[in-house]
């Protein structure tokens, strides 16, 4: 059955399309606990909150795992445009899918933390 992140996705040109599954694929593979939704109409992945968000722009992917996950890979984005709580990956250039695994990752790890000191 289709869900609102196939749906945004097969809205798109087939070309920005393949890209945005690679990423949205990486995503699953780095949080498989996390709920696809869409938040703000983009795509969103939850886990004890909002965890990282995507979406087909029109000169670059933008992936938003909030302040907190840029800033832990200040160097690793600094090749990218960034802002406080997002990063371009222009369509022109291969999308870091090890780097997308390793802020999924740590905004996992971090969104459980959370939960955990809330449960206290």
């Given at each position: 059955m289709m869900n609102a992140i196939d749906k945004y996705i097969n809205s798109l040109p087939e070309e920005t399309r393949e890209k945005i599954e690679k990423l949205r694929e990486t995503i699953r593979n780095a949080a498989p606990q996390a709920e696809e939704t869409i938040n703000y109409g983009i795509p969103t992945f939850k886990l004890h909150g909002n965890l990282v968000h995507f979406?087909?722009?029109?000169?670059h992917i933008g992936f938003y795992p909030a302040p907190s996950g840029l800033e832990a890979f200040k160097k690793e984005i600094s090749a990218y445009k960034n802002s406080k709580g997002a990063v371009q990956f222009p369509y022109d250039?291969?999308?870091p899918l090890d780097l997308i695994t390793r802020i999924v990752e740590f905004r996992v790890k971090e969104n459980l933390e959370k939960a955990k000191m809330k449960a206290k």
């Open positions: 979406a087909a722009n029109k000169g250039k291969e999308i």
